[in-house]
Structure formats: C-alpha cells, structure tokens
C-alpha cells in the first residue's frame, strides 16, 4: 500500500559526496516535492515540481539541485555534502488544486548523515 | 512569503481532556489549510484539511475552524487518548504554485493515560 518510495531509510555520507535522493511516486500526481525536517524547525520546502522536467526553488534550494524526468519520479541531489545538510529529508507529492488537491502524501524519509 | 506560526510547541493533556492546537498564517491569498499528524519514526499523514469557504469541519473527534478575519485556523481533539500523543503541524498554501504548502513548526502532542 505504500504509494511515496523513498529509496533509502538511512544514508551516511562523507563531506564533499555528491548525494542522490530518490523518491518515487505510483498514484499519478503532478505535484512533487522535497522538504527536510530539522527539529524545532518543523518542514523547510527546498525544491518543487509541478510537471514532468520543470522545478522550482523552494524557501532553501542552496547546496541542493532537483531532477524531475519522469512523471512518477523526483530526485534530490546533493552537489556537495556538507554537514548542516545532515537532516531528515521527506519527499511528497500532491494532486493539483484543478484536480482536487487534498494535501501531500509523504514518503517514510531518508534520515542522511554527512561526516 | 507565507510565514505559519504554530502554537504551543508542546502540549500535554490527561487523556479524555481536549485539546487545541492554533495557527495564523500571513498570506492572505492563502485558501487551503491542511493538518498532519507525525507519530514516532513514522511519516506525516494529513488527518483534516479546510478551504477558505469553510469555517469549520469535523471528522469525528478532530475538528478545525478557520478565522479568515484576523488569519488564523486551529485544530481541536475531543477526548483524547493515548493514540492521539505525536506531533502535529499545520500548514497553508495557495491554489496555484503546485500548491505547494508552507509548514507551522509542529506541536508535540503527549496524551497521558
């Protein structure tokens, strides 16, 4: 029943890696997106998609690069880790509001560290 | 931008007490208001959402209201129980732009048995 695969669970990584996020989606949605979680911050948006090859920068695309060439699939790239990008990274993703938008459906995350 | 300020940051009740759980937010082209509930180590999932044309919907024991006015939305949980402890955020966004939501920091949410 899962319906948003992160592909991984737990990822450690050296400073100075260059990092990939994998997120897949099965439900058809236009709408995906990349968040993190930090605590006492609750969820910062860093890149969007709304269509196939296009994206957008969320509130903090910095360090952060996003590839979208698939309708069912949003990948995050880490051009160059470094260790405040240590976090836990959610992707979701979204009807669009002319299709009924009812909020995000989650994936289960990908808790990275980088040493 | 939007900016979603979430309030309290942690709240414990006695189970079977209520509980209120408020947020404003500043955009006020935002229109759609949705609540997710984050329990430990697992994902977000959205409990209850509203439109800017409602002022209250209930779903059961959780309920939320919405004050276009003076911009802000909370959320109510009647008779709590032990199930209902994780955290809680709350969100806004726009119908255009994907959608795409702005997030209150979360309030943790302990019911005490």
Redesign the interface.
Known sequence: DVKVTQSSRYLVKRTGEKVFLECVQDMDHENMFWYRQDPGLGLRLIYFSYDVKMKEKGDIPEGYSVSREKKERFSLILESASTNQTSMYLCASSLPTGRGLRGYTFGSGTRLTVV | ?ENVE?HP?TLSVQEGDSAVIKCTYSDSASN?F?W?KQELG?????II?IRSNVGEKKDQRIAVTLNKTAKHFSLHITETQPEDSAVY?C?A?R????????????TTLTVKP
């Open positions: 931008g979430q940051s759609y949705p997710y697992k994902r977000p999932q959205l959402d955020f969100a966004s119908g255009t732009n994907a959608g795409k939501s702005t997030f209150g920091d979360g």
